[in-house]
Structures are given as structure tokens and as C-alpha cells.
């Protein structure tokens, strides 16, 4: 797992981080079974996913506009939002914090890396690395097992 998801999980409450574990295992037993076409139309929907990054660089995007405009429309004072919310996002991406975080968790926005975690074991499962010049003992291979095992 990379550092930026330690990171965002070590932020993230153990009842949360629960949750979306459970939701990327419910979706592995779902698919163990399941054919090609099914496990490559669960792969195109992580493809679509948003993630965690993503969902904070719109959000803070949109404050910022948001401060920008009434600050100029309604009252200068507004133009602390986006002082503040540049101000955020420059901890975001230098230690994970985020003001919205929590809220981001609780409602099951993950990681690149947790969604990656998911793709890697729907291949696992799926044998795309069978009979590949892949290294099946490669940090992704394994993390991708584990998860497909149901192991964290």
C-alpha cells in the first residue's frame, strides 16, 4: 500500500476504515465466481470511480470559486474562503488532513490505492496474472491476493 494511503487510512476512524474494507470484500465475494465479462465490467466501474483525491480537489475547487464569486458579488470577506480553502488543500497533499475528511471516509470515498487494491485482486481472481511475465510475488500481486483472500 502506498505511503499516501497509510497516510489517509491512519487519519480515517477504525469503524470507517471497517466499512469500506467490508464493502471491497463484499464486492471480491461477488465476483470470486463470477466470468470475464462481469469482473471487466466491475474493473470498467474502478476505472469511473472517484477518488479520494479527486473528491477533495472538486470540492475545494468549487469553495474557492464559490469564496471567489460572492467575495466579488456579495462582500470581500468571502475572499478568506478561498484563502482557507487553498490553505487546506496545501495540507491535504503534504500530510492527508483535510477539513472534510471524516465526511469524505463516512461516506465510502477511497484511495487510489484502495480502489487499485480491488482492480489487483479482480485480476487476481479473474488469472490475468496465471501465465504472465508479471512477478507474482510483486508487492501489487500480493496485496491484490491478500485482498481477494479476504485478508486486509
Known amino acids: 500500500m502506498d505511503r499516501r494511503t497509510q497516510r489517509i487510512r491512519a487519519l480515517t476512524t477504525a469503524a470507517v476504515l471497517a466499512r469500506i474494507d467490508a464493502r471491497t ?19 470498467d466501474a474502478l476505472d469511473r470511480e ?3 483525491d479527486r473528491v477533495v480537489e472538486t470540492e475545494g475547487s468549487a469553495m474557492a470559486l464559490a469564496g ?11 475572499l478568506g474562503l478561498p484563502a482557507f480553502v487553498a490553505a487546506m488543500m496545501l495540507a491535504h497533499a503534504t500530510t492527508g488532513a483535510y477539513p472534510l475528511l471524516p465526511l469524505f471516509r463516512k461516506l465510502g470515498v477511497r484511495t487510489s490505492g484502495e480502489i487499485e487494491r480491488e482492480r489487483i485482486a479482480l485480476k487476481v481472481l479473474r ?8 512477478d507474482p510475488a510483486s508487492d501489487g500481486a500480493r496485496d491484490g491476493a491478500a485482498v481477494a483472500a479476504g485478508a486486509r
Open 25 to 43: 470484500r463484499r464486492s471480491l465475494r461477488r465476483h470470486a465466481g463470477a466470468d470475464d465479462e462481469t469482473i471487466a465490467r466491475r474493473l
Open 50 to 52: 472517484w477518488d479520494l
Open 68 to 78: 471567489l464569486a460572492l467575495g466579488l458579488l456579495a462582500h470581500r470577506r468571502w
Open 127 to 134: 488469472g490475468d496474472f496465471a501465465e504472465s511475465d508479471a
